[in-house]
């Protein structure tokens, strides 16, 4: 039977709810496949960047960058040797930030002369870049993320809370833009749109920038060399290519992937001699920690044998391969299934498993995100029942009889002082605007540090200090030298059929080093 026919039958059998969950909302998933895929971006010129509050601040210093290599910086943030070691050359025709201990600015008496130390920086203000998800192309798809409207208004009282207390006399001025994680080119003009264009000092994003080599636009040394504190973070070595900039409160997933393991074998879920099947993708930045890290993992902590079942990282090959994996799992013998791809293939998966009375055990993690309720909810309750998530992810907890992780409280207080809606750690209409806010803080908590005159070099080792830093999302987080992801807490989480939930049924324990 081949790979449609398979399709065809499961569409059959599936009832509308399955129907649409499928194939309507696989436009999503095209931001999750190209988040692999290295494309060059584009050279078009429809940026379509707002200003989400005030007219100035982003202008370029006009100095010349440094010459350093483009790796970590570990200095001291803020000290004339982090503020030296300058980014490579950018093929973006950044001109740099004035050079030689350009972070303290310090004058000849002591006091500190504001200057326009960095581009995004001027003696009087900062531009940061904010990004959300345009959901025109989600709308298009049919799927709707059910996210709040007010997302611009909120990003105008983030700032307006910043500006209470300002960054060492400046002022932040943020300029927003609505970005379709369905398009890679709009991706790619996000970014040209951020560092070109508005020229900001750093990028807030939630998960509307997912395609790789626009990501790289952004932070990679050598091309945008822009901070950019987001939700989408891939592996450690990926992390590497942008020396310091790309930061995230999500473990990286090679780190993901040993906690996974360990715990799985830990809690009797890996039972010894048992043949796991991990189901993924074989996009070029989750398939060597598949292969490399997770596979070597489950074998360490007793696993009989690893079968992959890696679809390829095209949009076609999520509807069209999946049901082939299912047999392939199911005549290998395949007893437990790690879930390690986008949840429409996880959905498909899962109901053509029922189709043919396959019912091996489930698991997934923070991996792809699949232990969000917006993300599991249309797997196939029949086979889901009773799977089990390692997650530091918390939005669950409420729901599970538990206090929220702290910290929502702040970006809610912010947003009713500015005459919007409450946030509500139990509200999934709020999971954007409280991981912006969320984001937000951590980059301004580094940006604070960064010296009187920040540099993005200073702001990179200023990260590094930040030591314990909670998120209001993924709990407990720690960020040293050498570490710009956080999650450093876990819990185990099972997924209940008749609320097609997550609930947390453990305490929280540290997560692999």
Not at 89 to 105: F, V
Not at 129 to 143: C, P, R, T, V
Not at 276 to 301: H, M, Q, S, W, Y
Request: one cysteine or more; proline letters at 5%; charged letters at 15%.
């Amino acid at each position: 039977m081949t790979p449609w026919m398979q399709i065809r039958l499961w569409y059959r059998k599936a009832n509308p709810t399955q129907r649409l969950g499928a194939f309507t909302a696989i436009g999503i998933v095209v931001s999750l496949l190209v988040a692999s895929v290295a494309i060059t971006p584009s050279d078009g010129s429809n940026h379509n960047a707002t200003v989400a509050a005030g007219t100035g601040g982003a202008e370029s210093t006009g100095g010349a960058s440094g010459s350093g290599p483009a790796g970590v910086d570990n200095g001291a943030a803020g000290s004339p040797g982090a503020a030296g070691a300058g980014a490579a050359g950018s093929s973006l025709g950044r001109s740099g930030a004035a050079a030689g201990g350009r972070a303290s600015g310090q004058a000849g008496g002591g006091a500190s002369a504001l200057t326009a130390s960095e581009l995004g920086v001027t003696p009087k203000d900062i531009t940061l870049g904010f990004m959300l998800q345009n959901a025109a192309g989600l709308s298009k798809a049919g799927f709707s993320t059910g996210q709040r409207s007010d997302g611009a208004q909120y990003i105008n009282a983030l700032a307006g809370w910043a500006n209470k207390e300002g960054v060492d006399g400046r002022k932040i001025v943020p300029v927003a833009r609505y970005t379709d994680p369905t398009s890679v080119d709009d991706q790619a003009a996000a970014c040209r749109a951020m560092v070109d264009d508005a020229k900001v000092f750093g990028v807030v994003d939630t998960a509307s920038m997912l395609d790789t080599a626009s990501m790289d636009c952004i932070t990679n040394r050598t091309k945008g060399d822009t901070p950019m504190v987001h939700s989408v973070m891939w592996s450690t070595d990926w992390e590497k290519r942008s020396g310091g900039n790309d930061v995230s409160y999500q473990a990286a997933v090679d780190r993901i992937s040993v906690t996974w393991a360990r715990d799985l074998a830990a809690i009797g879920w890996l039972t010894p001699g048992a043949v796991v099947g991990i189901f993924g993708d074989k996009c070029p930045a989750t398939e060597p920690t598949v292969e490399n890290v997770l596979a070597p993992a489950l074998k360490a902590r007793g696993a009989k044998d690893v079968v992959f079942g890696l679809h390829d990282c095209d949009i076609q090959s999520v509807a069209a391969q999946p049901p082939n994996i299912t047999t392939q799992f199911r005549l290998k013998g395949v007893t437990h299934v790690l879930i390690v791809t986008n949840f429409v293939a996880g959905q498909i998966f899962t109901s053509t498993a029922a189709s043919q009375g396959y019912h091996p055990k489930y698991s997934t993690s923070d991996w792809f995100l699949n232990t969000s309720d917006q993300t599991s909810k249309y797997f196939d309750p029949s086979e889901f029942d009773g799977a089990i998530g390692i997650a530091s992810f918390g939005t669950m907890l409420v729901q599970s009889g538990k206090p929220p992780y702290p910290g929502w409280e702040v970006c809610s207080k912010i947003a009713t002082d500015a005459g919007l809606p409450a946030i509500r750690p139990d509200d999934a209409s709020s999971v954007e605007l409280l991981t912006l806010c969320d984001n937000f803080i951590l980059l301004l908590d580094a940006l604070k540090r960064a010296g009187p005159n920040p540099t993005r070099a200073g702001w990179r080792a200023a990260v590094q200090q930040l030591g314990q830093h909670p998120s209001a999302l993924f709990g407990r987080s720690v960020f040293a030298p050498g570490k710009f992801t956080g999650s450093d807490f876990v819990h185990t989480i099972q997924w209940q059929a008749g609320c097609k939930c997550w609930k947390s049924i453990s305490d929280f324990r540290p997560a692999a080093a």
